[in-house]
Nanobody
C-alpha cells in the first residue's frame, strides 16, 4: 500500500523559508515520480513541482521557479521541498503525491497536474504572514 506522509509545515513570516518533507513507503521509489501540490483557500489544487526518481529530472511551475527546490533521498525514501522567499499568497495546504512512471518498458513523463498523480498524502498547512 502506497503511503505518503508530509511534515514540516507551519507559520512563517513573509520572506522566510520552510522545508517540507514527504516520507514515502509501499512502493519501489525509483519507479515513481513524486510531486508537491498545494490548495489555497477557495482555489483549485495547484501543481508546484515533481521529481522523477528514475533519473532525477525535475519540473517546476512558473509560480515557484527560482524560489522552491525539490530534491529526493532514495536511501530514506523521502522527497523534500525547500521553499524560500515565501509570500502570503503561498499560504495553503501542501500535499505530496506519487505516480508510477514505468509503463511497460518505457518511462512515462507525467504532466504537473493533480490528475496525473494517483496517491496522496494528508497534507501539511503552510501559513505565511505579512
Amino acid at each position: 500500500e502506497v503511503q505518503l506522509v508530509e511534515s514540516g509545515g507551519g507559520l512563517v513570516q513573509a520572506g522566510g523559508s520552510l522545508r517540507l518533507s514527504c516520507a514515502a513507503s509501499g512502493f519501489t521509489f525509483d519507479d515513481y515520480a513524486i510531486g508537491w501540490f498545494r490548495r489555497a483557500p477557495g482555489k483549485e489544487r495547484e501543481g508546484l513541482s515533481y521529481i522523477d526518481n528514475h533519473d532525477g529530472r525535475t519540473r517546476y511551475a512558473d509560480s515557484v521557479k527560482g524560489r522552491f527546490t525539490i530534491s529526493s533521498d532514495a536511501a530514506k525514501n523521502a522527497v523534500y521541498l525547500q521553499m524560500n522567499s515565501l509570500k502570503p499568497e503561498d499560504t495553503a495546504v501542501y500535499y505530496c503525491a506519487a505516480t508510477s512512471i514505468k509503463v511497460g518498458g518505457a518511462i512515462y513523463e507525467p504532466l504537473l497536474q493533480p490528475y496525473e498523480f494517483d496517491d496522496w498524502g494528508q497534507g501539511t498547512q503552510v501559513t505565511v504572514s505579512s
